[in-house]
């Protein structure tokens, strides 16, 4: 456990600036929108609206806007991490090699399971956790905001958007950034690039043979699956937290990432090092 705990330390001070980044982005954000409505309410000018409430108009319960409004504004949160994400899981298993150093860690007294585990909890999963932290801080805020815009405190229906949001991340780190960590052992350099044009290429070999064969053979279209994976997040018909959960669909996104961890740890642990 020591030995893990060292490992991720060391991943998070090698990439530190990366994963300040999302949260920076979006106390920003948030900073200007608070600026804006204390500037609005100071100056009292009726022609200035920063309202983060409008979703809630199309709800009778005001409590479900709150929710469908929380769950939106998380969606901002998701796309800042996830952009950290593209960043960091691609280079998981090969930053070392691209900087010459790999042959210095595999030489450390540590497995290599458990080098390649601290890898990925640090470049797939800990974006999780940065969800979350801000996640609470964007909730209080909504619901602050709530109280004066919508004349009610729904703390509770902000939290449960924001979990759908959570686990939607959850679910984006499991199948793509899963992927993205196979990607990283499998190429040296721009792992995501050939990793994405490799898929095309067998998109592209589906859709010949299913011409060839004049759609008698219907394949799968390999990014319509992973997409799938992720569930349906719609905002005019929101999910519950149970749904997003208790999906078969869940249980394979953890059962694909499961096996882009094993893939790429084997080839990570036998591919060749250059001293």
């Given at each position: 456990m020591a030995h893990l705990i060292t490992l991720l330390k060391t991943e998070y001070l090698k990439r530190k600036k990366t994963y300040w980044t999302p949260v920076w982005i979006i106390a920003g954000i948030m900073g200007g929108v608070i600026l804006?409505?204390?500037?609005?309410s100071w100056?009292?000018?009726?022609?200035?609206?920063?309202?983060?409430?409008?979703?809630?108009?199309f709800f009778e319960d005001m409590g479900k806007g709150m929710y469908v409004n929380a769950m939106g504004t998380m969606m901002l949160v998701v796309f800042a991490f996830s952009i950290s994400l593209l960043i960091n899981a691609p280079t998981s298993l090969s930053k070392e090699k691209q900087?010459?150093?790999d042959l210095f860690y595999r030489c450390q007294p540590i497995n290599i399971w458990l080098n390649t585990a601290g890898k990925y909890i640090m470049h797939?999963?800990?974006g999780v956790l940065g969800v979350i932290v801000v996640g609470f801080i964007v909730t209080f805020i909504l619901t602050i905001a709530s109280a004066k815009a919508m004349g009610g405190f729904y703390l509770g229906a902000a939290l449960s958007g924001m979990f759908v949001a959570v686990v939607l991340y959850f679910k984006v780190c499991l199948v793509f950034g899963s992927l993205f960590f196979l990607f990283s052992a499998i190429f040296k350099n721009s792992a995501i690039v050939k990793g994405l044009i490799t898929m095309a290429l067998i998109d592209f070999v589906f859709y010949l043979i299913e011409q060839i064969f004049r759609n008698t053979i219907d394949l799968p279209s390999i990014y319509q699956l992973l997409t799938s994976l992720l569930g349906d997040v719609n905002l005019n018909d929101p999910p519950g937290l149970g749904k997003m959960i208790w999906d078969v669909k869940f249980l394979i996104s953890i059962l694909f990432a499961g096996l882009c961890y094993t893939g790429g740890s084997l080839i990570y642990k036998y591919q060749r090092t250059e001293a």
């Open positions: 804006l409505g204390l500037i609005a100056t009292h000018k009726v022609d200035v609206q920063v309202n983060m409430m409008d979703l809630s108009m900087l010459g150093c797939v999963l800990s």
